[in-house]
């Protein structure tokens, strides 16, 4: 999910200030995003004032320093209407770390390594689903339990992949491919080609 577009939508609602954005981020996409990054909050800001998106205003104040105060603009707001009215594909398509282990161990030719592969990912599957469980149990707003509810089904997803993974690699006579063979180098004598 792009932050820039969910701070635009943050300041459709009225003029913040970087700590007071930072704040309701955190509130409306629930515990499972984790803690907004404040120098990576203002980086935003800046952009999107640079993009004409926000502008933004200083005000004094007695104590502290300044407090940057930002609001959307038109073309924020529109830039906001267009991400909405589009649909969300996957950001980095099905490049996948855990895939890519999978697909390294089944290359060894090894079953135990590829049972601890499957093994380690579905112990880490299963407790990250029990945290967002008690998460969700634990959540008030509707929007954080329905995103709390969507993280919960990619991970049981994933957990699909993993038995998927477990059927075809170990559970099947002859699933896990040979390992390949290495072959000498071929030395070729550049000398004799001239």
């Given at each position: 999910?792009?932050?820039?577009?969910?701070?635009?939508?943050?300041?459709?609602?009225?003029?913040?200030?970087?700590?007071?954005?930072?704040?309701?981020?955190?509130?409306?996409?629930?515990?499972?995003?984790?803690?907004?990054?404040?120098?990576?909050?203002?980086?935003?800001?800046?952009?999107?004032?640079?993009?004409?998106?926000?502008?933004?205003?200083?005000?004094?104040?007695?104590?502290?320093?300044?407090?940057?105060?930002?609001?959307?603009?038109?073309?924020?707001?529109?830039?906001?209407?267009?991400?909405?009215?589009?649909?969300?594909?996957?950001?980095?398509?099905?490049?996948?770390?855990?895939?890519?282990?999978?697909?390294?161990?089944?290359?060894?030719?090894?079953?135990?390594?590829?049972?601890?592969?499957?093994?380690?990912?579905?112990?880490?599957?299963?407790?990250?689903?029990?945290?967002?469980?008690?998460?969700?149990?634990?959540a008030t707003d509707p929007v954080v339990v329905l995103?709390?509810?969507?993280?919960?089904?990619?991970?049981?997803?994933?957990?699909?992949?993993?038995?998927?993974?477990?059927?075809?690699?170990?559970?099947?006579?002859?699933?896990l491919p040979a390992p390949p063979v290495r072959q000498?180098?071929?030395?070729?004598?550049?000398?004799?080609?001239?």
């Open positions: 999910m792009p932050i820039h577009h969910a701070v635009l939508s943050l300041l459709s609602n009225g003029p913040s200030y970087g700590y007071e954005l930072k704040g309701a981020f955190e509130t409306a996409v629930g515990p499972q995003w984790g803690p907004l990054n404040i120098g990576h909050l203002y980086q935003i800001l800046d952009r999107l004032s640079r993009d004409g998106m926000v502008i933004s205003q200083r005000h004094a104040q007695a104590v502290k320093p300044d407090r940057v105060v930002y609001e959307i603009t038109d073309g924020g707001r529109e830039e906001l209407r267009r991400w909405l009215g589009e649909a969300s594909p996957r950001s980095g398509g099905f490049r996948d770390d855990f895939f890519l282990k999978v697909t390294a161990a089944a290359r060894s030719g090894d079953p135990d390594t590829v049972r601890t592969v499957l093994s380690q990912q579905r112990t880490h599957l299963m407790r990250e689903l029990r945290n967002l469980d008690g998460l969700r149990r634990k995103l709390l509810s969507a993280a919960s089904r990619h991970v049981e997803a994933d957990l699909s992949f993993v038995d998927d993974a477990d059927r075809a690699l170990l559970r099947t006579e002859g699933a000498a180098p071929v030395s070729r004598d550049l000398s004799a080609s001239a």
